[in-house]
């Protein structure tokens, strides 16, 4: 089962208390201090995932970042494409190319909807809703496309109906457990991003925290996202990667 911002329009669901668990239990919060390989953080979100869908591991948050690379989604389209600059993995998530790299926050969601209301839209608004409150928390104006995936920004300095992307949604969602989630551009090289066309839109650009003007720093954006989620999803508790990464490699 495969969902993405573009086959969930925001009005689809008034989110509400929908997506805090009724028991209360917190979500583990987990942050790598250093670069996490994507086929190492692949395996270990498969892992995890499965091992909530049977009751034996709490929900998590990961937050990390990867060396340069790009992913294919489900929707990926040969020609989009444009270099070979960064080694190309097949995520398995929903949407089409992107980019991961350095300076860029990357958050996967490993949460457990037969707890928070079997919902595959309302978690989309929920998580759209996260990086909508954590930009507005930096004095940045985040918006829903209907449409188009991920969080935009309105550029009238680059003319009229002009705007950009400044984070990407995508997840998958397995016996009601989800993985993947959001990358959202803190400081990356946005040159990265011509190696190909962007979740498949060529017609509008990209930019980050740093592109707009506002220099912050991962572990100020880190603070405010952990605040935004539990707005959204309820209490989280802080974890280390070693259990996350450890169940990934016995398995």
């Not at 100020?220 to 169940?247: C, H, I, M, N, Y």
Request: proline share 6%; glycine share 8%.
């Amino acid at each position: 089962m495969v969902m993405e911002a573009l086959t969930a329009p925001a009005e689809a669901c008034e989110i509400g208390n929908k997506l805090v668990r009724a028991d209360g239990r917190p979500v583990q919060w987990i942050i790598s201090p250093d670069p996490v390989p994507y086929p190492v953080a692949l395996e270990a979100m498969r892992a995890r995932a499965a091992a909530i869908a049977a009751g034996e591991a709490e929900e998590a948050i990961w937050l990390l970042e990867h060396p340069p690379l790009y992913t294919a989604g489900t929707s990926a389209v040969p020609e989009d494409l444009l270099s070979d600059r960064f080694p190309v993995y097949e995520a398995g998530r929903g949407g089409q190319y992107t980019y991961h790299g350095p300076g860029q926050r990357v958050a996967y969601v490993m949460l457990d909807l037969t707890q928070r209301g079997r919902d595959i839209r309302c978690l989309v608004k929920g998580l759209e809703s996260w990086v909508i409150d954590t930009l507005a928390a930096h004095n940045i104006s985040g918006e829903r496309r209907e449409g188009r995936i991920g969080v935009w920004v309105q550029r009238p300095d680059k003319g009229a109906l002009k705007e950009d992307k400044i984070a990407a949604i995508g997840v998958r969602v397995s016996k009601w457990v989800t993985f993947h989630g959001i990358s959202l551009n803190v400081m990356p090289d946005l040159r990265h991003y011509d190696g190909i066309v962007p979740c498949g839109i060529s017609d509008q650009g990209v930019t980050s925290f740093e592109d707009l003007g506002q220099l912050v720093s991962m572990p100020e954006v880190d603070s405010v996202l952990r605040a935004a989620f539990e707005k959204q999803f309820g209490p989280t508790s802080a974890a280390t990667e070693e259990s996350l990464v450890a169940r990934a490699s016995m398995a």
